[in-house]
Nanobody
Framework: QVQLVESGGGLVQAGDSLRLSCAAE???????MGWFRQAPGKEREFVAT????????YYADSVKGRFTISRDNAKNTVYLLMSSLKPEDTAIYYC???????????????????WGQGTQVTVSS
């Protein structure tokens, strides 16, 4: 069991930046980590994922070039730096941990074993 706690959400204006953090209550070095988001009335969608060693990252096309995922295994924390935010980025953002390594699978919510409670990000126009 890995308990994950997100923080850093809030209300910002379009064009602003925000950094989300996800802290694990114990070491998560063996896990791939991902960020997903869910807007009202929509399904949970993939945002970004990072391999256990931080070497490889993958992004949804909608955030590529604007968002950056990173991790600090010494601090058991994964980050999502969001820049040039748009109103359509408004959602609850969740971090998740997966024991899988395949990039194709890590795009899917079902690939993840543990989830945080989510943090709200609201972008006003």
């Amino acid at each position: 069991q890995v308990q994950l706690v997100e923080s850093g959400g809030g209300l910002v204006q379009a064009g602003d930046s925000l950094r989300l953090s996800c802290a694990a209550e114990r070491t998560f070095i063996s896990y791939s980590m991902g960020w997903f988001r869910q807007a009202p009335g929509k399904e949970r969608e993939f945002v970004a994922t990072i391999t256990w060693d931080g070497v490889n990252t993958y992004y949804a096309d909608s955030v590529k070039g604007r968002f950056t995922i990173s991790r600090d295994n010494a601090k058991n924390t994964v980050y999502l730096l969001m820049s040039s935010l748009k109103p359509e980025d408004t959602a609850i953002y969740y971090c998740a941990a997966s024991s899988l390594r395949s990039p194709d699978l890590l795009l899917r919510p079902y690939a993840y074993d543990f989830w945080g409670q989510g943090t709200q990000v609201t972008v006003s126009s």
